[in-house]
């Protein structure tokens, strides 16, 4: 039988450990979240989810700035899987509370969500939109970049060159619509 | 690594930015949550299915969720890491802290539905003129650096714990929290004790936007009021209104920066705080929800928050019957019960 005062004194390791890692990747990851997931609820759950998973897998998570990667690639699935299943009956159950929406619309005001830049954004595939986020959000390498998706660096390399060049042919078609229509004016929201 | 034209681009359409969120992991809504999670049982009393689902060979993840064998943190957590992503945090978010666990608030039918009008922003504007000059008369030490801030709040909101509110029954639940003058402390209730916070937390709005400008347009700005801004804004300055005792140039400043944000219209006749009558003043979001900050009609100054609905609303989702809101129901209503400059948490004024 383990002596319980040793037990004790590894739990208060484990929690300083996490307390250590919580505080370094926090806010990092709430912003990952925030940007990908436009409802307030879910976003409190996929950031929930993901620190509930590092809590439970602490002894995996990598040192350094690698456990950020890590927990990246985490709420990465909590995100994907969100959609699906048991959170989504969830969501069904519990509509949005209007204050919580409303602080995220707020936070979140975006005024060219309805540009034709953010519709050629949104009409790439999740993965395209994803390399490029983590590039320009998170500000990632090409060898962070593999680090969450868990591919090569070359892999990440060439998807990436690919998603750029996807959503440059995107912006070109787009502009030259919006030019054939006359000039867009993105709509500002938000403001009320 | 070269970055790429459409970079810019792709940063431009973020929600957010991380810079925003800088000092959010300290606030208490972040600390509750991460309080929640450590009490989680530790994997090695885990069942053994999920261990070896958790087992995927150290890969980021994995498609597991934790199931309801783990408590998952429930709106608690929700309006912690919610109010964490604004600027503003309804109190609720400590709160949740200092309700003793197991401890019900009473739960009432709430006020039916009321017909709600608005008045003009002209109307709204004289009103806010007023209460700057009010605030300007009134002799208010803000607190010293090392003195602390009293508030004792009470919120009536759903008694259920997420939704929109479509009406009854709701509860009301009341809390008290001391800050630190510097915003670097925060105190509250736990167990009948006052409790310090985290020693990073920066619990209070006032503290980040320190030194607040005197002059109104100056203020606004330093709360991000611009076009697309303008709700955030006004959340900001109603929060410094509520948490914090400022001097009287400040205060007005705060009334006049309000005066500067468009669309705030006042609610015709009085409007009840709880049982005090109070003017009602506010922004309409997505045409249907006024969201008000409550002033007492003597002094002006601030007594509280409402959120009510000021048109009927019909929403539908996915597999589920549609329902509406009617207008004229609330969805929150915050007052503040008491303030004062105190010097040590656990002090009452």
Same mark, same amino acid.
């Given at each position: 039988?383990?002596?319980?005062?040793?037990?004790?004194?590894?739990?208060?390791?484990?929690?300083?450990?996490?307390?250590?890692? =919580?505080?370094?990747?926090?806010?990092?990851?709430?912003? =990952?979240?925030?940007?990908?997931?436009?409802?307030?609820?879910?976003?409190?759950?996929?950031?929930?989810?993901?620190?509930?998973?590092?809590?439970?897998?602490?002894?995996?998570?990598?040192?350094?700035?690698?456990?950020?990667?890590?927990? =990246?690639?985490?709420?990465?699935?909590?995100?994907?899987?969100?959609?699906?299943?048991?959170?989504?009956?969830?969501?069904?159950?519990?509509?949005?509370?209007?204050?919580?929406?409303?602080?995220?619309?707020?936070?979140?005001?975006?005024?060219?969500?309805?540009?034709?830049?953010?519709?050629?954004?949104?009409?790439?595939?999740?993965?395209?939109?994803?390399?490029?986020?983590?590039?320009?959000?998170?500000?990632?390498?090409?060898?962070?970049?593999?680090?969450?998706?868990?591919?090569?660096?070359?892999?990440?390399?060439?998807?990436?060159?690919?998603?750029?060049?996807?959503?440059?042919?995107?912006?070109?078609?787009?502009?030259?619509?919006?030019?054939?229509?006359?000039?867009?004016?993105?709509?500002?929201?938000?403001?009320? | 690594?070269?970055?790429?034209?459409?970079?810019?681009?792709?940063?431009?359409?973020?929600?957010?930015?991380?810079?925003?969120?800088?000092?959010?992991?300290?606030?208490?809504?972040?600390?509750?949550?991460?309080?929640?999670?450590?009490?989680?049982?530790?994997?090695?009393?885990?069942?053994?299915?999920?261990?070896?689902?958790?087992?995927?060979?150290?890969?980021?993840?994995?498609?597991?969720?934790?199931?309801?064998?783990?408590?998952?943190?429930?709106?608690?957590?929700?309006?912690?890491?919610?109010?964490?992503?604004?600027?503003?945090?309804?109190?609720?978010?400590?709160?949740?802290?200092?309700?003793?666990?197991?401890?019900?608030?009473?739960?009432?039918?709430?006020?039916?539905?009321?017909?709600?009008?608005?008045?003009?922003?002209?109307?709204?504007?004289?009103?806010?003129?007023?209460?700057?000059?009010?605030?300007?008369?009134?002799?208010?030490?803000?607190?010293?650096?090392?003195?602390?801030?009293?508030?004792?709040?009470?919120?009536?909101?759903?008694?259920?714990?997420?939704?929109?509110?479509?009406?009854?029954?709701?509860?009301?639940?009341?809390?008290?929290?001391?800050?630190?003058?510097?915003?670097?402390?925060?105190?509250?209730?736990?167990?009948?004790?006052?409790?310090?916070?985290?020693?990073?937390?920066?619990?209070?709005?006032?503290?980040?936007?320190?030194?607040?400008?005197?002059?109104?347009?100056?203020?606004?700005?330093?709360?991000?009021?611009?076009?697309?801004?303008?709700?955030?804004?006004?959340?900001?300055?109603?929060?410094?209104?509520?948490?914090?005792?400022?001097?009287?140039?400040?205060?007005?400043?705060?009334?006049?920066?309000?005066?500067?944000?468009?669309?705030?219209?006042?609610?015709?006749?009085?409007?009840?705080?709880?049982?005090?009558?109070?003017?009602?003043?506010?922004?309409?979001?997505?045409?249907?929800?006024?969201?008000?900050?409550?002033?007492?009609?003597?002094?002006?100054?601030?007594?509280?928050?409402?959120?009510?609905?000021?048109?009927?609303?019909?929403?539908?989702?996915?597999?589920?019957?549609?329902?509406?809101?009617?207008?004229?129901?609330?969805?929150?209503?915050?007052?503040?019960?008491?303030?004062?400059?105190?010097?040590?948490?656990?002090?009452?004024?």
């Amino acid at each position: 039988m383990r002596d319980p005062t040793i037990g004790a004194a590894m739990g208060d390791r484990r929690e300083a450990r996490f307390e250590a890692l =919580y505080a370094a990747t926090y806010e990092p990851i709430l912003g =990952y979240v925030l940007r990908r997931c436009p409802s307030p609820d879910d976003a409190a759950d996929v950031v929930a989810e993901t620190f509930t998973i590092a809590w439970r897998r602490l002894d995996d998570i990598p040192p350094g700035d690698t456990a950020r990667l890590w927990l =990246y690639g985490v709420a990465r699935r909590v995100l994907a899987n969100h959609w699906r299943g048991e959170a989504q009956r969830r969501r069904r159950t519990t509509s949005l509370r209007h204050d919580l929406r409303d602080e995220i619309a707020a936070v979140a005001a975006d005024p060219v969500e309805a540009s034709a830049i953010a519709e050629a954004f949104r009409d790439l595939s999740d993965d395209d939109r994803e390399l490029l986020g983590l590039v320009a959000w998170e500000g990632l390498d090409h060898a962070a970049v593999a680090a969450v998706l868990g591919c090569s660096a070359g892999a990440a390399r060439v998807r990436l060159h690919r998603a750029r060049k996807r959503f440059s042919r995107a912006l070109r078609s787009a502009r030259s619509e919006s030019m054939a229509m006359g000039p867009h004016v993105p709509s500002a929201n938000g403001a009320p | 690594m070269k970055s790429h034209s459409t970079d810019d681009l792709v940063r431009s359409m973020a929600r957010v930015h991380d810079e925003n969120l800088a000092g959010f992991a300290g606030r208490p809504a972040a600390r509750d949550l991460a309080g929640d999670i450590m009490t989680l049982a530790p994997p090695e009393e885990f069942h053994a299915d999920t261990a070896a689902r958790a087992g995927d060979g150290g890969r980021a993840g994995g498609p597991e969720r934790p199931s309801r064998r783990f408590h998952l943190p429930g709106l608690g957590v929700r309006l912690a890491v919610v109010g964490a992503m604004a600027a503003i945090a309804v109190g609720g978010v400590v709160l949740r802290a200092d309700l003793p666990v197991g401890e019900k608030a009473p739960e009432s039918p709430g006020p039916a539905p009321q017909s709600i009008s608005l008045g003009s922003a002209a109307k709204a504007a004289h009103v806010l003129d007023r209460a700057a000059k009010a605030a300007e008369t009134r002799s208010l030490d803000a607190p010293g650096h090392r003195q602390w801030v009293y508030t004792k709040m009470k919120l009536t909101s759903s008694a259920k714990p997420a939704g929109l509110v479509r009406g009854g029954p709701y509860k009301t639940e009341a809390w008290e929290l001391w800050r630190r003058g510097d915003g670097k402390q925060f105190a509250g209730f736990k167990n009948g004790k006052p409790q310090p916070g985290h020693e990073t937390v920066s619990s209070s709005v006032a503290a980040k936007y320190r030194p607040l400008p005197s002059d109104p347009e100056a203020l606004l700005q330093k709360v991000g009021g611009s076009k697309g801004h303008y709700f955030m804004a006004y959340q900001t300055l109603v929060t410094l209104l509520r948490d914090t005792v400022h001097s009287a140039e400040t205060e007005a400043a705060i009334f006049r920066a309000i005066k500067l944000i468009p669309g705030v219209t006042p609610v015709e006749g009085r409007v009840d705080a709880a049982g005090r009558p109070a003017i009602g003043l506010g922004l309409t979001v997505d045409g249907w929800l006024h969201e008000e900050v409550l002033l007492d009609p003597e002094t002006y100054a601030y007594l509280g928050e409402r959120a009510i609905t000021i048109r009927s609303r019909t929403f539908e989702s996915e597999g589920e019957p549609a329902y509406t809101v009617k207008a004229g129901t609330l969805q929150r209503l915050m007052v503040r019960v008491a303030i004062g400059v105190v010097d040590k948490p656990g002090q009452r004024p």
